[in-house]
């Protein structure tokens, strides 16, 4: 019987992570969860207290991941966080919280597991970025920042780490229903209902599809995939919308 891959996924609490991490043991995969409070039990599963804008806790998650399998197979970028606003409303202190979580913890955590995927089989990286990587998206000029800097570090890891044989990819959500979906605007339901109708599918993105797309991306059969962005967007930075079906 093979050994089970071992997957760690970063901000795995909740929404897209918890997903993630659920998707990873259905196929099998032995997942370490990594955020800053125990996720709800998961079979599969192995909570670990982390704060990715902490070198010491960040440092002592793969520790733990490097006594108990001495090897990591996949790592998935996930945490991160958002905000509002323009770059003449966004202070300094979120330009530094939201750069500090979304880009400096991606560079941090992969920064640490990389000795560990060096070990792996097939070893892949996959980094959550988003559509505001790619397309203008109004007051989200922080966040849309943070996440091209995901989009280009993608490519970057991808080209310096391709002699380790590790693949690096990225996941580009667009509108996804989590719990988070419309937290940063003043009204919330009117929020979702916007972000629904300039869908051109006309529906929000399951966090399931981004589960899944993200199983994808670190499949060990995909040899030939690194560098690349899959965008699941429900079309919105592609189409046209003209009115939803």
């Not at 330009?95 to 792996?120: D, E, I, K, Q, Y």
């Not at 800097?149 to 391709?162: G, S, V």
């Not at 419309?182 to 919330?188: E, H, K, P, S």
Request: proline share 4%; net charge negative; hydrophobic share 45%.
């Amino acid at each position: 019987m093979s050994t089970p891959r071992v997957v760690a996924v970063t901000g795995a609490g909740a929404g897209i992570g918890l997903a993630t991490a659920r998707a990873f043991t259905a196929a099998g995969t032995t997942v370490a969860g990594l955020d800053l409070r125990e996720g709800p039990p998961t079979p599969g599963v192995t909570w670990i207290g982390c704060d990715v804008t902490d070198e010491a806790s960040v440092g002592e998650a793969f520790a733990q991941i490097a006594a108990t399998h001495s090897r990591l197979d996949t790592l998935v970028n996930n945490a991160g966080i958002g905000a509002k606003g323009t770059v003449e409303t966004a202070t300094e202190d979120e330009w530094l919280g939201v750069f500090g979580v979304n880009v400096f913890g991606v560079a941090r955590v992969s920064r640490h597991a990389l000795p560990l995927l060096r070990h792996g089989h097939a070893p892949a990286i996959v980094n959550v970025a988003s559509t505001t990587a790619v397309a203008g998206t109004p007051q989200r000029a922080v966040y849309s920042a943070s996440k091209g800097a995901i989009a280009a570090l993608t490519r970057a890891m991808a080209t310096d780490h391709i002699a380790d044989g590790i693949r690096v990819n990225a996941v580009y959500p667009g509108a996804v229903h989590t719990d988070v979906t419309g937290r940063y605007d003043a009204d919330r339901e009117t929020a979702v209902r916007m972000l629904t109708e300039r869908t051109p599918l006309g529906h929000l993105i399951d966090v399931e599809e981004i589960a899944n797309a993200i199983v994808y991306l670190a499949d060990p059969r995909n040899t030939s995939l690194t560098g690349a962005g899959f965008r699941y967007d429900g079309g919105i930075t592609e189409l046209v919308n003209f009115g939803t079906a």
